[in-house]
Nanobody, 124 residues
Framework: QVQLVESGGGLVQAGGSLRLSCAAS????????MGWFRQAPGKEREFVGG????????YYPDSVKGRFTISRDNAKNTVYLQMNSLKPEDTAVYYC?????????????????WGQGTQVTVSS
């Protein structure tokens, strides 16, 4: 079992940057693919980045490609989401998640474990 704790959220002006971190408990972190999702009020949870068991394979939707970068440090049991050129529409609660499988990482149903989320607010 994996427990996930996000940090790094906050208030930032449009055009600014934030780096989110997700610390995982347990000794099997490297066996999980990891993802970041976000959910704004009244909207469905949205995929914003995924990474395979190593850093070699990363995945992004078009809405954040070129602005967001997901990375992981298996020695530190941590996954990161670097967010640049932030826009007001990026405002949401951001969640990290862990998946035992390595396929269909764009889909929330592929993930077995979720963190509690961290709020990101981008002001215009």
């Amino acid at each position: 079992q994996v427990q996930l704790v996000e940090s790094g959220g906050g208030l930032v002006q449009a055009g600014g940057s934030l780096r989110l971190s997700c610390a995982a408990s347990g000794r099997s972190f490297s066996t999980y693919a990891m993802g970041w999702f976000r959910q704004a009020p009244g909207k469905e949870r949205e995929f914003v980045g995924g990474v395979g068991r190593s850093e070699g394979n990363t995945y992004y939707p078009d809405s954040v490609k070129g602005r967001f970068t997901i990375s992981r440090d298996n020695a530190k049991n941590t996954v990161y989401l670097q967010m640049n050129s932030l826009k007001p529409e990026d405002t949401a609660v951001y969640y990290c998640a862990a998946a035992k499988g390595i396929s269909r990482l764009y889909y929330a149903t592929s993930y077995e474990y979720w963190g509690q989320g961290t709020q990101v607010t981008v002001s215009s």
